[in-house]
């Protein structure tokens, strides 16, 4: 059975956000991000980085796993925003019995806007 989690380790604020589908004034649609929960304490670890060569272009990349309070609306549809960086959820592990998550993320250079 799975402890609690000791909430001093969530030592990082993050933002989760989801992409919102709207349509611009020409009835076209238009895909933005939006927030779904902003301030989120959380735990950050790295993992394997890599560099890969892409038109000619080098790209990093980097696993990050992130830990937090279980919340049911966070998928892999959702991203992590921390710092400015953007991090792609690819897998979700529920920890416990809805006790907490861990995000499995990818970050490939890129940041906010």
């Known amino acids: 059975m799975l402890k609690n989690i000791n909430i001093g380790f969530l030592d990082r604020r993050v933002t989760i956000q989801n992409q919102a ?6 009835g076209f649609p238009l895909e933005a991000w939006s927030n779904l929960f902003t301030n989120v304490p959380a735990a950050k670890q790295y993992g394997v980085g890599t560099e890969k060569e892409n038109d000619g272009t080098n ?5 990050v796993d992130y830990l937090l309070r279980y919340h049911a609306s966070i998928t892999t549809s959702c991203r992590v925003v921390e710092g400015g960086n953007v991090y792609e959820i690819h897998a979700i592990d529920e920890l416990g019995r809805r006790q907490g998550m861990l995000l499995k993320c ?3 250079g890129n940041t906010t806007s």
């Open 59 to 63: 790209t990093p990349e980097q696993q």
């Open 106 to 108: 990818k970050w490939y």
């Open 21 to 26: 589908t709207s349509k611009d004034t020409d």
